[in-house]
């Protein structure tokens, strides 16, 4: 990317050279997009006012463009304002807060492509510094030196803005050259579009190379201790119990009817209470029909009952009823179990013919926990897994990360040896013995390194 | 009660002209307000004037005087930077100023219009005539509250082409259109008040907004539409409007009924309507010639109930 961006950056000098005008680039100059303006190019007839970029209503202007505010304000509290009025002056208001949401924007923008710009620069004065560690690149910080000595000599002339070295290096010339035009001419509109599409643009790879960047950062140890953590974390806990079987929720929902109509009734009429809890009551039954019962019960009652009973019920069977329904819920295991004993005992049944008593806690959604239980655990069990394998790999990229320091630091040393003995060679001075041998010694650890790092299997995106 | 025998008035009347009095006294209130903050803004404008000659003064003055060394133009960038963000603490403050004087505007008017239904409520229905009903609509339209999004808002519900939200309940006195059966064979999208909502049925309870149909219509959720309760600002909310060649409703020019249209071109200020070409078969290519219409009253087409014929 280094290398493209200088590129660039010396083909936009040219671009820019070649045309008539001949204003140079100047890098890292003025990142302040805005181009230069020549003095005296203003056309005479132009007030500021025009000329400026940031949306605003002048104060000048509002006789014109709005009279109804204008006339409001200049009058006195006392003179209240009339309910015909309100429409225009809406209107107006409106306008101007469209006017000043746009210049929020506005200062936004311009805020941002100065902090961009600012760590634009950073980064480029942090490149220079490591472009001169590469002896392979080091034509490019000559090429600069050259240049910018060019710009030293050159720097009565105005600066052109630093957009353009980012930009396509023919079209960032001809986008100078047409704001240039557009002062010239009287459509500051297009000025201000033209420089908005610049700094847009110049935002973009910051932003994308921001956005990567976490990904591609070298493991630190606080990531091990955040692995860790998670491990020890999905590796500690266990399963909530599952709770015993508690009343159907038909009863527990009756109840709360009964009890609310309870509470309602109470004050009004009893006539009405009385058709309510009929309701209730009635639906009690078809509930108690769902109930669960053991099969030799639920044969004992269909012996037990008639074909057609004839509903001969008054509701004072009912109420009881409803206690004893209530009741033998609870008690159907046991009756169940009773049944069972009794029938084995008189020899009417056979243990063997008898079906196996079922738990009636023993339901789908008992079942359905169990089965959630053990996906569960399989999926931690796999989570704990993946974690001891992502720990370990970590812990073998801190290895290779520290090699990877030391690596850095004999490469310094080898090129500051090599600029050493560039040197001599310069001033004819000969080598002495000690020079040669922490060159050789340099290398050779260069060389180790490189093994050691290579020999470690490969990790991470680092790994290359 | 003895003002009330004294001036032969019954119950209802009697309450409505206490109303009217309470809503009087504050819009009275509101308009005080107002005119404050009328005082506010123009302190506020000139302050943020201020800060705008001396951003452009530093402009000039860094474009005219070019420095070559880094650190110079460096200064000058946070120089600058600074004079950014005061301007930008002055553009807010006079948008809080201007946003509060437009609430009580926008207060002013609800205060109004709950005063309207409450005389209708007890009986006192006002009659327009048919020029008055297009001017009060075109009217409403203009002035329906305008949204200006801050930066990386979004526009809320029920401004300019954000629909409602699933559960939305429109209030007595939203404007809709609804979906009426005129004939037999024919159903048409009309302008229409909600009188009430009745929450067992699932309806609403609409009065036709054209006065001479003295019908009151009960209709399911699904044949009432809602219209915005805010414009959209075309510069900072243009995500809240529709895109050109959308195919929305659209109420017809001198009339209150709503149909098929396609937009043509978007409004270039809050103040200004869309552009739309209403789906008509007497014309050559199928479509009339370029209508404007507010954006209150262009909606969201419903799919397979838009066939207004």
């Known amino acids: 990317m280094l290398g493209k961006r200088m590129h660039h950056n010396s083909k936009g000098r040219l671009a820019a050279k070649g ?9 890292g100059l003025s990142p302040y997009n805005k181009p230069a303006k020549l003095p005296g190019s203003i056309s005479a007839g132009k ?27 200049a009058r006195s509290a006392d003179e209240p304002i009339g309910m015909d009025e309100l429409d225009a002056l809406q209107l107006e208001l409106e306008t101007l807060l469209c006017n000043t949401a746009l210049r929020i924007r506005y200062f936004q923008g311009e805020i941002e492509s100065i902090d961009t710009n600012e760590s634009k620069r950073e980064k480029k004065v942090k490149a220079a510094g490591k472009q001169l560690q590469y002896p392979g690149k080091r034509k490019f910080p000559d090429d600069k030196i050259v240049k910018s000595k060019e710009y030293t000599k050159l720097s009565n002339q105005p600066k052109l803005p630093k957009f353009k070295n980012y930009s396509n290096p023919s079209s960032g010339a001809s986008h100078a050259y047409s704001n240039d035009q557009a002062l010239n001419s009287d459509n500051s509109v297009k000025l201000e579009l033209s420089q908005m599409q610049v700094t847009t643009k ?4 910051y932003k994308f190379w921001n956005s990567v960047d976490p990904y591609c950062a070298p493991v630190t140890m606080d990531d091990i201790k955040f692995l860790d953590s998670l491990l020890a974390q999905s ?4 399963l909530p119990p599952i709770p015993p079987l508690g009343r159907h929720y038909s009863e527990v929902w009756a109840d709360e009817h009964i009890s609310e109509d309870q509470n309602a009734s109470n004050p009004n009429k009893k006539t009405g209470g009385t058709a309510d809890t009929t309701n209730i009551k009635k639906k009690l039954e078809k509930s108690s029909e769902n109930m669960i019962t053991g099969p030799l019960t639920q044969r004992l009652v269909s012996a037990l009952m008639e074909e057609n009973v004839m509903p001969y019920e008054i509701p004072d069977i009912k109420s009881k009823n409803y206690a004893a329904t209530k009741n033998s819920y609870k008690n159907s295991l046991t009756l169940e179990k009773c049944l069972r004993k009794e029938l084995v005992e008189q020899g009417i049944l056979d243990p063997e013919d008898l079906p196996p008593l079922t738990n009636p806690a023993d339901d789908e959604i008992l079942a359905e926990i169990k089965k959630c239980q053990t996906e569960l655990t399989a999926v931690r069990k796999e989570n704990c897994r993946n974690l001891k394998n ?5 812990k073998q990229e801190m290895i290779r990360l520290n090699l990877k320091k ?31 041998e922490d060159a050789w010694r340099a290398i050779n650890e260069q060389i180790r390194l490189n093994k050691e790092i290579n020999a470690l299997p490969l990790t991470g995106p680092n790994s290359s | 009660m003895s003002i009330s025998k004294l001036f032969n008035l019954n119950s209802a009347t009697f309450l409505f002209v206490c109303i009217t009095d309470v809503a009087a006294q504050q819009v009275q209130e509101r308009l005080r307000s107002l005119h404050r903050l009328i005082y506010d803004i123009e302190s506020e404008r000139g302050r943020n004037e201020q800060c705008i000659d001396s951003i452009l003064r530093a402009e000039k003055a860094a474009e005219s005087s070019p420095s070559t060394e880094d650190s110079g133009s460096s200064q000058q960038q946070m120089q600058l ?11 807010e403050q006079e948008e809080r100023v201007l946003r509060a004087a437009l609430s009580r505007i926008y207060e002013i008017r609800a205060i109004k219009n709950e005063r309207r239904i409450q005389a209708r409520h007890a009986g006192n229905k006002e009659t327009i005539g048919c020029g008055a009903l297009m001017k009060m609509l075109l009217s409403a339209a203009q002035t329906l509250p305008l949204h200006v999004g801050r930066v990386g808002e979004r526009a809320p519900s029920l401004c300019g082409a954000v629909p409602a939200d699933a559960g939305h309940i429109a209030r007595p006195g939203d404007a809709v259109a609804a979906l009426v059966r005129v004939s037999d064979k024919e159903e048409n999208w009309i302008l229409a008040e909600v009188v009430s909502w009745l929450p067992a049925q699932g309806k609403y309870e609409v009065d036709d907004i054209d006065e001479e149909q003295k019908n009151r219509h009960v209709l399911s959720k699904r044949r009432v539409v809602p219209l915005p309760l805010m414009r959209a600002d075309p510069r900072t909310d243009e995500q809240a409007l529709f895109p050109k060649g959308a195919v929305v409703m659209a109420l017809y020019p001198q009339t209150t009924c709503f149909y098929r249209a396609v937009v043509n071109r978007l409004p270039s200020s809050a103040a200004d309507p869309y552009e739309v070409l209403f789906e008509d078969f007497s014309y050559a290519d199928g479509y009339s010639p370029p209508e404007r219409v507010a954006q209150r009253y262009v909606i969201a087409i419903k799919e397979g109930k838009g066939r207004a014929t």
Do not use: F
């Open chain 1, 406 to 436: 030391q690596l850095d630091q004999v490469d310094l040393e080898c090129i500051d040896i090599y600029k050493k003995m560039v040197a001599a060679k310069q001033k004819k001075r000969p080598i002495t013995k000690k020079e040669k």
């Open chain 1, 235 to 238: 590796s500690n806990t266990t």
């Open chain 1, 390 to 394: 992502l720990i370990g790999l970590c």
């Open chain 1, 202 to 205: 110049n935002n973009i790879p």
């Open chain 1, 47 to 73: 007030t500021r006012a025009e000329m400026c970029p940031i949306p605003y209503i002048r104060q000048q202007d509002n006789p014109v463009s709005l009279p109804r505010l204008t006339a409001i304000a």
């Open chain 2, 81 to 91: 930077k600074n004079l950014y963000k005061n301007g930008l603490t002055a553009a």
């Open chain 1, 19 to 27: 045309h008539d005008n001949g204003k140079p680039a100047s890098p």
